[in-house]
């Protein structure tokens, strides 16, 4: 079987085999039990995390009201970290939990510095990837502004129906701005 | 006085003039008067842009209502372009406006994949902004899911003040999500 990192990595940028295994031999390996944090706020974040088995949400807790938002997910073949803390190398703002037991592969800042400078293929996936998640983003944004409740919804059980029947509706509730019951309602139908 | 574009590229990386010079040299400028269309919905997105003067808004126009939203701004040492259709190139689902008169800097898709190939430092730039645009992007959705009215539009004038009393109101309420009645009172405040 193809390793999936390999896989991901092809999807932009095809590599021989003792390229992958070099891309590989810088990334250490993690398992985290289900509700194990991998970020806490304030935590220095010295890796970014491919996930390989398992569903994790970074969220941000309200100083005032002690209410958490999720704001993102992280499934099978997704990439994950603080990414703020991650890249400006500054203490975390937000935390990361497991919505289930996990198994990551997790690459420092040094080594994905490293991998970028020795390997153009690598800098161009972290190039072409971040863009692309960038888009994404941008189309999630342009939903919260101008989409109704029901077209977040919808689109967000279209686009992830895996995570849908994975994750606690009150996590997507947040995740989408709207209220646990609303999501209930439209579930419903 | 050194080149924006230059200074721009150099707070990731270095370049020679001999470096610069070629970079520049896959770019065409570009001015367009305020009010003009830079890319329509359903164009074909062949280029991204530098800002060198003016300021741009990308929007997107509710089918149902004809109701436009902002989600987007650019002025000076910003890019912008219709991300998704540029990168994937299909066909644009929004448009970018002139908000002043502007010059640009275009540079083609081809032309950017060949800088990219060519000069690690050009791939390099384009990986460090796009990540720090995604933090960027992820912090503001933060704000829109979590945030009161006020703590966004307080954010937002703290973060571009110049940017502020530059653009139309009514741009700057859909851009946070909030009514022009709100920005108003917000304002008076």
Redo the contacts between chains.
């Keep these: 079987m193809v390793h999936p990192l390999r896989t991901h990595i092809e999807t932009v940028c095809k590599l021989t085999d003792e390229e992958f295994e070099y891309v590989l031999s810088h990334f250490t390996p993690l398992k985290l039990k289900k509700h194990r944090l991998l970020v806490r706020e304030g935590d220095w974040v010295k890796h970014e995390y491919f996930v390989l088995k398992g569903c994790l949400r970074s969220y941000?807790t309200?100083a005032d009201t002690g209410?958490e938002?999720t704001?993102?997910f992280a499934a099978e073949n997704w990439w994950i970290s603080e990414?703020?803390a991650f890249?400006?190398q500054t203490a975390a703002t937000?935390a990361i939990e497991c919505v289930e037991d996990c198994e990551l592969l997790g690459l420092s800042f040094e080594n994905r510095e490293k991998l970028?400078?020795e390997m153009?293929k690598y800098?161009?996936y972290?190039?072409v990837k971040?863009?692309?998640?960038?888009?994404a983003?941008?189309?999630?944004?342009?939903l919260?502004?101008?989409g109704s409740t029901k077209e977040r919804f919808e689109n967000f059980v279209n686009q992830y129906p895996d995570l849908y029947s994975r994750v606690p509706k009150a996590f997507i509730a947040?995740?989408l701005?709207v209220s646990r019951e609303t999501i209930s309602r439209l579930y419903r139908k």
Tied chains: 1, 2.
């Design positions: 941000i309200d209410k938002f704001y993102q990414r703020e890249l400006k937000t970028g400078r153009w800098e161009h972290v190039a971040t863009s692309l998640g960038y888009v983003l941008q189309k999630r944004l342009q919260m502004i101008m947040s995740f701005g």
